[in-house]
């Protein structure tokens, strides 16, 4: 197995036998990393979890601009249907002014149907007692004559 030396800061001789096991602050520390056959793997782990990573970021932004678009949409449905339906408000609050206003057209008309109604009736009522007034007075001036005729006739034949 391979072994690698790290060095932080500048390179350092390496110790040797006859040097003593005690370093001093001012030299730097070396660390020994052994390259063994589990560290390929967590490289390969890592490359896939990224191109994991990246796939699910791709799709997460297909998804947010499909939303967007959706939503975009159903935006402008919304707004089109909203103008439509102020439109079709305005046209029924004008139908119904008129509609209204033929009522009260109506309305009055009937109101006065109804006084010339009364007043026909009142009309035909005094006509009605005028006519019989005026047929009773022709009635009894035709009886009385045919009465007073009957008694003259009667006077007449009796004598």
Same mark, same amino acid.
């Given at each position: 197995? &391979?072994? !690698?030396?790290? &060095?932080? %800061?500048?390179?350092?001789?390496?110790?040797?036998?006859?040097?003593?096991?005690?370093?001093?602050?001012?030299?730097? +520390?070396? *660390?020994? +990393?052994?390259?063994?056959? $589990?560290? !390929?793997?967590?490289? #390969? #782990?890592? %490359? +896939?979890?990224?191109?994991?990573?990246?796939? &699910?970021? $791709?799709?997460?932004? &297909?998804?947010?601009?499909?939303?967007?678009?959706?939503?975009?949409?159903?935006? =402008?449905?919304?707004?089109?249907?909203?103008?439509?339906?102020?439109?079709?408000?305005?046209?029924?609050?004008?139908?119904?002014?008129?509609?209204?206003?033929? *009522?009260?057209?109506?309305?009055?008309? !009937?109101?006065?149907?109804?006084?010339?109604?009364?007043?026909?009736?009142? #009309?035909?009522?005094?006509?009605?007692? /005028?006519?019989?007034? $005026? =047929?009773?007075?022709? =009635?009894?001036?035709?009886?009385?004559?045919? +009465?007073? /005729?009957?008694? $003259?006739?009667?006077?007449?034949? %009796?004598?």
């Amino acid at each position: 197995m &391979n072994e !690698q030396q790290i &060095n932080s %800061g500048a390179t350092a001789p390496t110790p040797n036998a006859e040097q003593p096991a005690l370093q001093t602050a001012a030299t730097p +520390v070396q *660390v020994v +990393v052994k390259d063994t056959n $589990w560290t !390929q793997p967590a490289y #390969l #782990l890592s %490359g +896939v979890l990224a191109v994991l990573l990246a796939a &699910n970021w $791709w799709s997460s932004q &297909n998804q947010i601009s499909s939303l967007r678009e959706e939503v975009a949409r159903r935006l =402008l449905t919304a707004d089109t249907t909203s103008s439509e339906t102020k439109i079709l408000a305005k046209n029924v609050q004008e139908t119904a002014k008129e509609i209204q206003t033929k *009522v009260i057209l109506l309305e009055g008309k !009937q109101s006065e149907a109804q006084s010339q109604q009364l007043a026909l009736e009142q #009309l035909y009522q005094d006509l009605s007692k /005028n006519r019989d007034e $005026w =047929l009773w007075q022709k =009635l009894s001036k035709y009886c009385l004559r045919q +009465v007073s /005729n009957c008694n $003259w006739l009667a006077t007449y034949r %009796g004598h």
